[in-house]
């Protein structure tokens, strides 16, 4: 009987551990529910020249955006979060921790390589990881399977995972289409991601598809290339009104002129 008591104890205490662990820290990563996150993995995905500029080739120069301009999360490669941590810590910006990544340069069935283990993220200093998958591709099983594991290793250490699910590759007809967006989003949460990150296909009707079949998964919208302010702000607006979480951009921020005016109109309609 003793004995039993004592399993019993032992049982619940690590259960009530366990429950610990798997509590997803993502009040750091969010507001009200909402985020807005900068993301600065252009560098690797399209090389510096079709993207970057005198001013926005330096990562300072992003991570003072992403801190003035009040971003919930600066998505960052391993590279620059190790040779800029310090600025990154003082910054107070989450840092967001892209674990996988590929150049344009390769034109085969896209498949991104596992770049950072999530314990070097959380050496870093991460308050989440983000991880691609291209549904559809060749390579989407590899991909898959990876990500099961960096989704376990992350939840036990209370990290949040990012998913940036694209259809892309060879067996995909219509990676655009309402179908594949929606099928994105639903990935995301059948695997677990906590947030889904789904490319913006140009209609809010589609969108609202795509978050109800994210169920509790949240879904946050890239932005693509960078639009007219006009269009882009529309979008948003768009973004909000599909009841998404938020927004993961990169180039209509840092690419756009007066970045700091900017990110206060998208925080404005955001929150
Ligand atoms: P943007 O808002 O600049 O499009 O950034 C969002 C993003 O998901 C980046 O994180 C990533 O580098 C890029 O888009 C990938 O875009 P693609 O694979 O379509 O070239």
Redesign the pocket.
Known sequence: MIILKLNMKTFLRRRALLEYSMKIKLGKIMKKGKAMYL????G???GPSS?FNDKNVDPLYILDIAKKGRFNGV?FQKGIAEKYNKEIRRSKVPLIL?LNGKT?LYKGEPKSALLCSVKEAIKLGASAV?FTIYLGSKYEEEMLEEFAKIERESHKAGLPVIA?I?P?GKSVRNPDSRENLAYAARTGLEIGADIV?V?WIGNLSDLKWAVKSAGRTKLVV?????KGEKEFLNMVRDVKKSGAAGL?????VWQNKNPLALSRKISKILF
């Open positions: 993301a600065y993995d252009q690797l995905e399209h993207d998505v892209k344009r983000g940036w694209y892309r990150k490319k890239a932005g693509g290339k960078a993961a951009i990169g180039r209509n």
